[in-house]
């Protein structure tokens, strides 16, 4: 199975087809054939070979695994239940356990970790917010966590106009184009997605977080836009509890604080600290860099938008009215 991530190459060989398939499922919008790749990412569905790797010390933790690391290979133990291993000078990992709950989540932690550094080396900006099309113009709306994105995703698709771009990390390109990402659309509870067949609807039940159900982009084929957007309608947001949403004009200078928490710092988004973070005074200073090239891309985005102030209530349907109304109206 072979994926191009906006310039990511990716190969993922496993040990059966359908795992193949399985994991790659969140990013079958960027499925591909007959490419060269980047990144090869080997999956075998049996328990890790600890007793051949070589002896190497451990760096950091997460809650969810242990770091080790020399200056030859680097492992990503999961406390026994599964492993990553990157092997020594070449773009290769090798990922290894018995649970396919782990695998899918490990493959889909490390190519969004490795798509984040691509962005970063290629002048790509992420940024955590909603982003639908409509008319011409990417509307991206700088919603926390917890805010109902994918909800709102969900029932802004239900208006013929509109087209999704991502529900969770569009692309800004060096240009400023806003370019699409989609993914498969998450929600916690099955019954906000049970009017949808279940051939497009699975379930992942993640390490840290328990049971997530995710619904295929395919359900919405035809709905999803497929071309970079040159006009751009930046939202940023902020929740009220019994009030009432509203959208009004807001300063450029709202919007660049809202993009230093959701896009330079990427608060909300992956950032794959176990891939990331090596201890070593030079990557330390890169890593400084990479956010001041961040914070000017953010900043060129912030100016070139237009900026508005999205007041969010507890109702998420009398959100979406309030925004296909506001939607409704533009010329």
Not at 21 to 41: G, K, Q, W
Request: proline share 5%; hydrophobic share 45%; glycine share 6%.
């Amino acid at each position: 199975m072979l994926l191009d991530i906006h310039g990511l190459t990716v190969r993922c060989e496993a040990s059966a087809p359908d795992l193949a398939a399985e994991l790659v499922r969140p990013f079958r919008y960027f499925a591909r054939e007959n490419i060269e790749c980047d990144v090869t990412i080997m999956v075998t569905e049996s328990a890790p070979p600890y007793a051949s790797f070589p002896r190497l010390e451990a760096q950091f933790s997460t809650p969810r695994n242990v770091v080790y690391r020399s200056p030859e290979q680097k492992v990503v133990d999961y406390f026994g239940r599964g492993a990553i291993v990157q092997e020594p000078g070449a773009p290769r990992y090798r990922l290894y356990s018995q649970d396919r709950n782990l695998l899918g989540e490990a493959f889909y932690l490390l190519v969004t970790s490795l798509f984040g550094q691509h962005c970063d080396r290629n002048g790509l900006l992420r940024v955590h917010a909603l982003a639908v099309s409509c008319r011409g113009r990417a509307l991206l709306l700088l919603i926390p966590q917890g805010g109902g994105k994918s909800t709102m995703s969900m029932r802004l698709l239900e208006n013929p106009a509109i087209k999704l771009i991502s529900d969770d990390d569009p692309i800004v390109a060096r240009d400023g184009r806003i370019l699409p990402f989609p993914k498969a659309l998450g929600v916690l509870d099955r019954q906000r997605v049970a009017h949808i067949p279940d051939e497009y609807v699975y379930a992942v039940d993640r390490m840290e977080f328990g049971r997530k159900y995710f619904v295929d982009f395919d359900y919405w084929r035809g709905r999803i836009e497929d071309q970079p957007i040159a006009r751009s309608l930046l939202f940023v947001t902020r929740r009220v509890l019994n009030g009432e949403p509203s959208i009004e004009r807001a300063s450029k200078r709202a919007a660049l604080r809202a993009l230093l928490r959701d896009a330079v710092v990427g608060v909300g988004l992956y950032q794959g600290v176990e891939f990331l973070f090596n201890h070593s005074t030079w990557e330390v200073v890169a890593k400084g860099l990479t956010v001041w090239r961040r914070f000017l891309r953010a900043a060129r985005l912030a100016m070139s938008a237009d900026v508005y102030m999205f007041t969010l209530s507890t109702d998420v349907d009398r959100n979406c009215r309030v925004l296909e109304d506001f939607i409704g109206a533009l010329e």
